[in-house]
């Protein structure tokens, strides 16, 4: 009697193999991809506009000639802005003007606001400001024999190459320069460079 021989046919195992090994592929992915958010919570969702908000911090002023001084001071940072409230140029101001009791200016508040534009470092660590400051204006009262005449001073300023803040601290730093001095469209004649080293801490 001649004997039958059945061929045992393995496309449901191969097919189930297949599923086990492609499962077992997405588990693995998933979790490298896991691990790798959690070693660095922060980085997968930072951007450039989170150096925007309130800071608090000092202002160092060195010149040539004199000691450094260091003020307390405030700035606000939005879209691609920096404010001043407040730009501590009194010291050239003075020196300029004088102190003829025949010009009056505000000593007390010299708005002043520096354009930016931010991108974010190579290992994300930090946020680049790409700081581009304009002349600075103060607007003053001169009392002549014959009537008070409004006179314009204007200050050239220039960044030290870019403005930086650190993530891990919240700490922003840069710095400022002034160029020169015009006075009623006539440039001073006595030049002097003062440097503003800014270090603030974010608040908000």
């Known amino acids: 009697m001649p004997k039958y021989y059945c061929m045992k046919n393995d496309t449901t195992h191969r097919s189930f193999f297949r ?16 691990c790798g958010c959690a070693n660095h919570p922060s980085y997968e969702f930072i951007s450039p506009k989170d150096v925007e908000g309130h800071y608090h911090g ?10 450094s001084t260091s003020i307390d ?14 730009f ?8 300029v003007l004088g102190t003829d009791a025949t010009i009056a ?3 007390d508040k010299v708005d002043y606001k520096v354009g930016y534009k931010a991108t974010l470092n ?20 001169e009392n002549t024999p014959v ?13 030290d190459d870019m403005g930086v803040y650190f993530y891990d601290n919240r700490n922003l730093r840069f710095v400022l320069h002034t160029e020169g001095v015009v006075v009623n469209n006539e440039a001073w004649d006595k030049p002097k460079t003062l440097s503003f080293s800014f270090s603030f801490q974010k608040q908000s």
């Open 105 to 107: 200016w505000n000593s």
């Open 19 to 34: 599923v086990k090994y492609t499962f077992l592929l997405f588990t693995l992915t998933f979790a490298w991809l896991f």
């Open 122 to 141: 190579d290992d994300y660590s930090k946020i680049l400001l790409h700081l581009d400051p304009k002349p600075l204006h103060v607007f003053y009262l």
């Open 147 to 159: 009537d008070v005449t409004l006179s314009k001073l204007s200050v050239e300023i220039s960044a």
């Open 73 to 86: 001071m405030e700035v606000k940072i939005e879209a691609d802005t920096v404010y001043f409230e407040h």
């Open 58 to 67: 000092v202002v160092q002023i060195n010149t040539a000639y004199t000691r």
């Open 88 to 95: 501590p140029i009194n010291q050239l101001v003075d020196d």
